[in-house]
């Protein structure tokens, strides 16, 4: 297979599989909603970086390892299902705003440094515990043995192109006035709904056989 057949067939299964919802749309449209577009983007930094722990073992072989070993799995569950379970906790603790407050006397959330929140997409995207048995699966498609090394790189830089573009897209949305506008009024039942949602994340994959 050819770098431009690879490319294509990369972009068309890492497309639809960014586009599913999962914990990194979960947490970046509770960073957009909550946080503003800023928070959002560099959220999706954080993700698209992400990406390359998994592109990394992957090329280099160790994702077969860890999708075949019990207990290198089970500690990647717990540690990724543990690190949604917090995250969902803290949306869940999300306060009301006083409905006399003005637009203007609403004090803002507490605002998180941009290496945070960058940090806050890279553990959720590199603690997921299905991203090995996708990723081998992805490489499997196309990687050779005489595969040269500036091919991966290629695939794995395009990934992460393909990631940040698709939160990018999906931060532009949710940032829209009209939409935070609504936001204003139902902000703490957004968080709390999210956080609910990333705890059964944290859960199910804590509990899950496979």
Not at 69 to 79: D, G, R
Not at 181 to 190: S, T
Request: include cysteine; charged fraction near 10%; glycine fraction near 10%.
């Amino acid at each position: 297979m050819d770098l431009w057949q690879g490319l294509i067939l990369i972009t068309s299964i890492h497309l639809l599989a960014a586009a599913s919802p999962g914990p990194d749309f979960v947490l970046v449209s509770q960073q957009t909603l909550s946080r503003g577009k800023k928070a959002g983007l560099l959220c999706s930094v954080g993700i698209a970086l992400g990406l390359s722990i998994h592109i990394l073992y992957s090329a280099f072989g160790l994702a077969a390892v860890i999708a075949n070993s019990t207990s290198l799995l089970w500690l990647i569950k717990v540690l990724g299902g543990g690190y949604l379970c917090y995250l969902g906790i803290k949306g869940l603790l999300a306060k009301p705003i006083a409905p006399s407050a003005s637009a203007e006397s609403v004090a803002p959330v507490k605002p998180l440094s941009g290496a945070k929140t960058i940090g806050l997409g890279f553990l959720c995207n590199a603690l997921n515990p299905k991203a090995p048995i996708y990723f081998v699966s992805l490489f499997t498609l196309v990687l050779t043995p005489d595969i040269p090394m500036g091919h991966l790189f290629i695939y794995g830089v395009w990934m992460m192109v393909i990631q940040l573009a698709w939160f990018s897209a999906v931060v532009g949305l949710l940032s829209r006035p009209a939409i935070n506008r609504k936001f204003m009024r139902l902000g703490h039942w957004l968080d709390r709904i999210l956080g609910g949602a990333m705890v059964a994340l944290g859960l199910k994959i804590i509990v899950s056989k496979s």
